[in-house]
């Protein structure tokens, strides 16, 4: 867990990485002090990597009114103050973006409503590769023209210069869980007869134009992440070896790391939860593809980490809501395992001495 790993020209201190969350509490796209806090709290917390939750590079593609954007100046400034502040607090945690179009599962309430609903009032258009509404409240979206295609495309490149000047060091273009690109990728959502519908190879190429736009708008030194649905977990939709064949075509086109999530592409889903329940996919892909993996999903303790990492079924280990409930999770567990191994930001070295103290006291007793 305590491993460094170097990516690209990016140096990564450990393998935990904060996966990307939802706060639902920015105002017209841009950040706010809470998303300071947050962030800036986990990345004093010990995780290599922290990522910001899913960003969108237009108004309408926001999964919610509280989602965070990347389309001007003032939103990029604002990540700019929180990138700056995790780099300058000397923990030596990397900060990571997510960019993404909620699509179809766009114009909806905030997590602790009524998620994935349509808003009481308010809504706005959606898109989607075709006419497939996720839930009978949901809007119909609009498919997508090829005018709609390349307009969002620059969009994604332009936010992805965005991130540039924010300082951010990784970047990860979000296919997963129904939203927009995930919606070409699922044939469960995509009906198109052109050549963005049908095969799998056609499913993903408008992902694949995305993804090549941003890595020609991102740095050469800096790493990029794909995250996708690995299962559809439901009767006609996308397994782990269309996953597999997924990952193929993104490591072609210059992905570094394929982040393995699954699910949330249909309410028809019916997925098999466990502990670590998405790794065995992170695994088949990470060895059958040799790409990068990072592993999320109900992992939730040091040990679990160390044995994915050590058996090399995945590079990278994400956890969210782990670190929801404790911003120092990685410092947290390394003290549980009275590992040294691990820094601390100066300022709480003594409550460090402190919890290694109490910890070996109640190993002993
Ligand atoms: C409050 C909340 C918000 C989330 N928002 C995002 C998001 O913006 N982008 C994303 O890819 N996944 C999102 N997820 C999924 C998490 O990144 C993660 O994949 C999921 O919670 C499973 O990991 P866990 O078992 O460690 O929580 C969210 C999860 C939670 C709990």
Redo the contacts with the bound molecule.
Sequence with gaps: MLLSLRVRELELKNRVVV????MYSAIDGVPQDFHLVHLGARALGGAALVFV??TAPCPEGRITPGCTGLWNEAQMQAFKRIVDFAHASGAGAKMGL?LGHSGPKGSTQV?WETPDEPLPEGNWPLLAASTVAYGPNNQVPQAMTRADMDRLKAQFAQSTRYAVDAGFDWLEL?C??GYLLSSFITPLTNQRSDAYGGSLENRCRYPLEVFSAMRAAWPEHLPMSV?ISAHDWAPGGNTADDAVAMARLFKAAGCDFIDV?SGQTTRAARPVYGRMYQTPFADRIRNEVGIQTIA????SQADQVNSIIAAGRADLC?????H?ADPAWTLHEAARLQSRQVHWPPPYLRGRDQLYREILKQKEA
């Design positions: 996966s990307p969350m939802a939750e899913m997510q997590g979000h997963a869980h995250r999530s999320v999903g109900a992992i994400a956890l969210g809501r782990p929801l």
